[in-house]
């Protein structure tokens, strides 16, 4: 079925579909919707990477159980290829390190029963000539100027997954949307030619903005730089910092995700504390889950970690929600929930940036619950109730991972329309940044005019941003802004019967500047009044 879908795209007697009908098509031929779930090459062996290595990781994993708990792709980083060709321009490499050449290396791993991935760079050269890394520089080891004659050599060897690097774009100051969607499309013509369903993996390190337009060309797009460099020990600094650049919950949706970098856990230096705190935080993100760690030579508790069912659960949830954060009463004490398939359920992580031991408290009304539910530590694999609210007490540094089961509640979603000038409550050009201030334009319907009044009060958007009183003031002419959601005061909001939308701390009114009434028209707060400028309606 796959396959015909494909095809359709090609019209008969043309060889190249309409750039609208070759997007389509390349969500039809992934058929990705969950994370993609796998093994990568690059964090633990850089390019030292040959067929022997690669047999030896593909067969830990499935000895191991990994593959059994849902790690399907044997990802082949960079270090395969040295950016040889033949007279056709056809892609070689050193039989020797790849005996049979790379389509007996994908068929080993499919007769495996998993998938198989390779990687290639977006411009003429690639990582490994700016950056190289176990091997010399290796020019023309990038497919720009091949797009079409690679993808389809890939998808001809039998490869099902491919990522496709930056350093030669950004080397080059190529333009990623443009680049990126002129390799989306040819990954669509080669999944048209042969029927083989090619994941695409958008690495060009959050330059440019991806998640505004990857997710109309690609499964997923990398959010930062990497999570590892060549030679480094793993850092939890890295893993928060890649962890914050991937927020970008607007951006995601079941076959389409951001992707914070492959996985750590396991790496030398890593405890197991840490290890659980860094799935945690991917599992909530819904991001891809990438070992990058020696699968032949991990130790029991490191596959423990990697292969829990409750925590792969989360990160696979069919609905493929971005957990945002929904409160940090304190600096560094921040509480972030996901949303999971069935009704009253939530993922949720209290995690602990500071450097002490510290108290963190999980409201059920900051994750749109009502009074009771039942809490579960999934680590700890412990079962509790809860009234109201649950205390944990997280170690610094780590997080603690929990399932939410209870009742929704009620929050009540919709646009904010100004009762004068009948356009929304509205964040210019989808901005989700701390600080952006709230406008009226036409409605339209999109997210960034759809508003959830939680049983918290605070009105939120995007998922994890809340209309904000800036800086918390308290007078006139306070800008309404969005910032990520914290449970402060200064976010909660009375809508009243009479239309106002009144700020708790402040007690002063959403207000429409100057009784404005056209597009752009900045809003504040403002001492409550009669005037039309201050009502709204939730519809």
């Known amino acids: 079925m796959v396959v015909t879908a494909v095809l359709a795209v090609l019209v008969a007697g043309e060889e190249q579909a309409s750039a609208g009908d070759v997007a389509a098509s390349v969500d039809v031929a992934a058929a990705v919707t969950t994370p993609p779930m796998g093994w990568a090459s690059w964090n633990t062996f850089a390019a030292r990477i040959d067929a022997s290595v690669i047999r030896t990781q593909t067969d830990a994993l499935v000895s191991s159980g990994l593959a059994g708990a849902g790690y399907q792709y044997v990802n082949i980083d960079e270090g395969w290829w040295q950016g040889t060709r033949d007279a056709a321009g056809n892609i070689t490499v050193d039989t020797?390190?790849?005996?049979?050449?790379?389509?007996?290396?994908?068929?080993?791993?499919?007769?495996?029963?998993?998938k198989a991935g390779i990687y290639t760079d977006a411009g003429r050269d690639g990582c490994g000539y700016y950056y190289p890394t176990g091997r010399p520089a290796a020019p023309g080891s990038g497919s720009e100027g091949h797009y079409d004659?690679?993808?389809l050599q890939f998808s001809r060897w039998g490869f099902d997954f491919v990522k496709v690097d930056w350093c030669g774009g950004d080397a080059e100051g190529l333009d990623a949307r443009t680049t990126y969607r002129a390799i989306s499309d040819a990954v669509a013509r080669a999944t048209a030619t042969t029927?083989?369903?090619?994941?695409?993996?958008v690495c060009n390190w959050g330059r440019q903005n991806p998640w505004d337009w990857a997710p109309g060309m690609s499964t997923m797009w990398r959010t930062s730089t990497d999570i590892i460099y060549y030679g480094e020990s793993p850092s939890m600094d890295r893993?928060?910092?890649?962890?914050?650049?991937?927020?970008h919950p607007a951006a995601q949706s079941p076959g389409h995700y951001n992707d914070p970098d492959m996985l750590i856990a396991g790496m030398p230096g890593f405890t197991t504390a840490q290890n659980r705190t860094h799935l945690g935080l991917w599992a909530v993100s819904g991001a891809p889950l990438l070992a990058?760690?020696?699968?032949?030579?991990?130790?029991?508790?490191?596959r423990d970690v990697l292969a829990n069912r409750e925590v792969i659960a989360i990160d696979q949830d069919p609905l493929g929600r971005q957990g945002v954060k929904v409160a940090e009463d304190q600096p560094g004490r921040q509480v972030y929930s996901k949303v999971l398939n069935g009704t009253g359920r939530r993922a949720v992580v209290a995690l602990n940036r500071t450097t002490s031991a510290a108290s963190i408290t999980v409201r059920l009304a900051d994750l749109g619950l009502g009074d009771t539910a039942t809490v579960r530590n999934v680590w700890a694999a412990t079962q509790s109730g809860a009234t109201t609210a649950?205390?944990?007490?997280?170690?610094?540094?780590?997080?603690?991972?929990?399932t939410v089961t209870g009742t929704e509640g009620g929050n009540r979603v919709g646009a904010l329309v100004g009762r004068q000038?009948?356009?929304c409550v509205d964040i210019d050009n989808w901005?989700?940044?701390?600080?952006?201030?709230?406008?009226?334009?036409?409605?339209?319907?999109?997210?960034?005019q759809l508003w959830a009044h939680t049983p918290a009060g605070q009105l939120r958007v995007f998922g994890g941003k809340c209309l904000d009183a800036l800086d918390q003031g308290t007078v006139n002419g306070t800008k309404a802004v969005v910032w990520d959601c914290n449970g402060q005061q200064n976010q909660r909001w009375t809508l009243g019967s009479d239309g106002t939308v009144r700020g708790v701390q402040s007690g002063l009114c959403l207000d429409a500047t100057g009784s404005g009434t056209a597009n752009a028209t900045k809003l504040v707060l403002w001492a409550c009044g009669s005037g039309t400028n201050q009502k709204w309606a939730m519809r």
């Open 96 to 114: 020797a390190e790849w005996p049979g050449g790379m389509k007996a290396i994908a068929d080993y791993i499919h007769g495996k029963g998993l």
């Open 149 to 151: 004659q690679d993808f």
């Open 195 to 201: 029927g083989r369903p090619m994941v695409l993996s």
């Open 239 to 247: 893993v928060l910092g890649n962890f914050d650049a991937a927020q």
């Open 292 to 302: 990058g760690n020696n699968l032949a030579t991990m130790s029991t508790t490191t």
């Open 390 to 402: 649950v205390t944990l007490t997280v170690p610094p540094r780590e997080a603690v991972l929990l």
């Open 421 to 423: 000038s009948d356009r």
């Open 431 to 448: 901005s989700s940044a701390n600080g952006a201030q709230a406008q009226l334009w036409d409605c339209n319907g999109q997210g960034n």
